[in-house]
């Protein structure tokens, strides 16, 4: 069972990241029609309701390290399954980076060197913000996302719409910082992309592990302590 539960968590993380970095990729600036930070928002927000819906009753829908992280800070994931998860989702990452880029270099023109979607600070921000603001911002909204995901997951929360919350949650959190970072909030989507980049977005990867998964951390004890978790 425990075999299943990290496919799982891998083919969420590749749905996450292929479709919503894809959106970046391959759709957002498409003359005419291109969906824009909007859409790429909505995106992402799409990938979580759909695979929480999907396979999140065989793994628990987690598809990121820093929400795997967070849910153990607040003693609802065993610590002992952390680095299985994540392993599992840097994969699926890595895994949906490279057929993307299989696809968007099918393209005339095609640059990987143009941020594929990448994260980053200060000049590789699409709005220029420094390494604090970035680092803020990524540490916030990682603690806000866990923070939605504990209450929308609570046994006093109503059943089913868990996903809703979690991927409307994910949506507003891009819409707030694409400009910032591009938005991480997920260790495993920024790995993915970076490595087909490489460079500067391999040397700034640092800050989208270690701010959303102190932020997660944070916000995962923080509702520990507010809600009286045992």
Same mark, same amino acid.
């Given at each position: 069972?425990?075999?299943?539960?990290?496919?799982?968590?891998?083919?969420?993380?590749?749905? /996450?990241? @292929?479709?919503?970095? *894809?959106? &970046?990729?391959?759709?957002?600036?498409?003359?005419?029609? *291109?969906?824009? /930070?909007?859409? !790429?928002?909505?995106?992402?927000?799409?990938?979580?309701?759909?695979?929480?819906?999907?396979?999140?009753?065989?793994?628990? =829908?987690?598809?990121?390290?820093?929400?795997?992280?967070?849910?153990? &800070?607040?003693?609802?994931?065993?610590?002992?399954?952390?680095?299985?998860?994540?392993?599992?989702?840097?994969? =699926?990452?890595?895994?949906?980076?490279?057929?993307?880029? !299989?696809? &968007?270099?099918?393209?005339?023109?095609? #640059?990987?060197?143009?941020?594929?979607?990448?994260?980053?600070?200060? #000049?590789?921000?699409?709005?220029?913000?420094? /390494? !604090?603001?970035?680092?803020?911002?990524?540490?916030?909204?990682? &603690?806000?996302?866990?923070?939605?995901?504990?209450?929308?997951?609570?046994?006093?929360?109503?059943? *089913?719409?868990?996903?809703?919350?979690?991927?409307?949650?994910?949506?507003?959190?891009?819409?707030?910082?694409?400009?910032?970072?591009?938005?991480?909030?997920?260790?495993?989507?920024?790995?993915?992309?970076?490595?087909?980049?490489?460079?500067?977005?391999?040397?700034?990867?640092?800050? @989208?592990? !270690?701010?959303?998964?102190?932020?997660?951390?944070?916000?995962?004890? /923080?509702?520990?302590?507010?809600? #009286?978790?045992?």
């Amino acid at each position: 069972m425990s075999t299943k539960k990290y496919v799982a968590e891998a083919i969420g993380t590749f749905w /996450l990241t @292929f479709a919503g970095c *894809g959106s &970046a990729v391959i759709a957002a600036g498409f003359p005419q029609v *291109g969906i824009g /930070l909007l859409g !790429v928002s909505l995106a992402f927000g799409l990938t979580v309701v759909t695979m929480a819906y999907a396979v999140g009753h065989i793994s628990g =829908g987690h598809f990121n390290p820093a929400v795997t992280i967070g849910l153990a &800070a607040g003693g609802r994931f065993p610590a002992s399954q952390i680095p299985p998860y994540v392993i599992a989702q840097v994969v =699926g990452g890595i895994a949906a980076a490279a057929l993307l880029y !299989v696809i &968007a270099s099918g393209a005339p023109g095609f #640059d990987v060197s143009k941020g594929f979607a990448s994260n980053g600070y200060a #000049d590789h921000s699409p709005g220029k913000y420094s /390494l !604090v603001a970035a680092l803020v911002a990524e540490f916030v909204l990682t &603690a806000v996302f866990l923070f939605v995901i504990f209450g929308a997951t609570s046994k006093q929360a109503p059943a *089913g719409f868990a996903p809703l919350a979690i991927g409307l949650a994910l949506t507003l959190i891009h819409l707030v910082s694409i400009p910032v970072t591009n938005t991480s909030v997920n260790p495993a989507r920024s790995t993915g992309p970076a490595l087909f980049v490489g460079g500067w977005a391999l040397s700034q990867l640092w800050l @989208f592990w !270690v701010a959303p998964i102190l932020g997660g951390a944070f916000g995962g004890i /923080l509702y520990r302590w507010l809600n #009286d978790e045992k």
